[in-house]
C-alpha cells in the first residue's frame, strides 16, 4: 500500500509556464483534496472531490483547474503560473473503511515559480 | 480574525518532559477535532482525533476538547526527541456527501532536546 503518491516531487516554473500536479491514492478513498502550504499560513484548501465525478472550489481555488480523473487519480493544473504560486502542495484522501473524515497526506510537491 | 489560532512556537523543551500544545476556534459547529503531526520537508501524518468534548488517550499522546470554551489541547508525555516535528490542529467542517474540510491552524514546531 503506496497511501497517497505525488508527482513530482520538485518543479520550478518560469511565469507564465502551465503545468499539472499528479495524485493517486491506492485505499479506495472516495473523496480527494489539494491544498497549499505557505509559511505562516498553515494548509490552505485549493479544490476538493467529493466523489468520482464531482468538484468543487475550497478557500484559495484561483489561477488553478482540477479534474478527478477516476477514483484514483486527482490533478491539479496551473494554467499561468505565477509567483504568488510559489508554495508546497499537498494532496490528500479520505473516505475508506477506516472512517470517513479522516484525511491522509502525500509527501508533497514543492512549486517554484520564478 | 482566523477561524482556529495556533501558537507557532517555537517550543522548546528537554527529553522527557510533559507538553501541551493548544488551539482555539471560533466555529461552534466543529465536531470533529484532529491533530496532524508533520515532519520537516512531509506530508502531515495523522496522529488523532477527537469527536466532540472529551478525552481521547493513545499511548504518550492525550487530545483533549473543550466546546464550552473552543479549545483544543494536545499532551504528550514522556517526549522525546523523535517527538520534534510541527503539530497542526485541524478542526473540520462537515460538507455534503460525507466529505470534511480541514480547518488548520498554522501550525506549533517542537523541539525536544536530548
Known amino acids: 500500500n503506496a497511501g497517497v503518491t505525488q508527482t513530482p516531487k520538485f518543479q520550478v516554473l518560469k511565469t507564465g509556464q502551465s503545468m499539472t500536479l499528479q495524485c493517486a491514492q491506492d485505499m479506495n478513498h472516495n473523496s480527494m483534496y489539494w491544498y497549499r502550504q505557505d509559511p505562516g499560513m498553515g494548509l490552505r484548501l485549493i479544490y476538493y472531490s467529493a466523489s468520482e465525478g464531482t468538484t468543487d472550489k475550497g478557500e484559495v481555488p484561483n489561477g488553478y483547474n482540477v479534474s478527478r480523473l477516476n477514483k484514483r487519480e486527482f490533478s491539479l493544473r496551473l494554467e499561468s503560473a505565477a509567483p504568488s504560486q510559489t508554495s508546497v502542495y499537498f494532496c490528500?484522501?479520505?473516505?475508506?473503511?477506516?472512517?470517513?473524515?479522516?484525511?491522509?497526506f502525500g509527501p508533497g510537491t514543492r512549486l517554484t515559480v520564478t | 480574525q482566523k477561524e482556529v489560532e495556533q501558537d507557532p512556537g517555537p517550543l522548546s523543551v528537554p527529553e522527557g518532559a510533559i507538553v501541551s500544545l493548544n488551539c482555539t476556534y471560533s466555529n461552534s459547529a466543529f465536531q470533529y477535532f484532529m491533530w496532524y503531526r508533520q515532519y520537516s520537508r512531509k506530508g502531515p501524518e495523522l496522529l488523532m482525533y477527537?469527536?466532540?468534548?472529551g478525552n481521547k488517550e493513545d499511548g504518550r499522546f492525550t487530545a483533549q476538547v473543550d466546546k464550552s470554551s473552543k479549545y483544543i489541547s494536545l499532551f504528550i508525555r514522556d517526549s522525546q526527541p523523535s517527538d520534534s516535528a510541527t503539530y497542526l490542529c485541524a478542526p473540520l467542517r462537515h460538507g455534503s456527501s460525507n466529505t470534511g474540510k480541514l480547518i488548520f491552524g498554522q501550525g506549533t514546531t517542537l523541539q525536544v532536546k536530548p
Open positions: 490528500a484522501s479520505s473516505g475508506g473503511e477506516r472512517g470517513t473524515y479522516e484525511q491522509y
Open positions: 477527537t469527536y466532540s468534548s
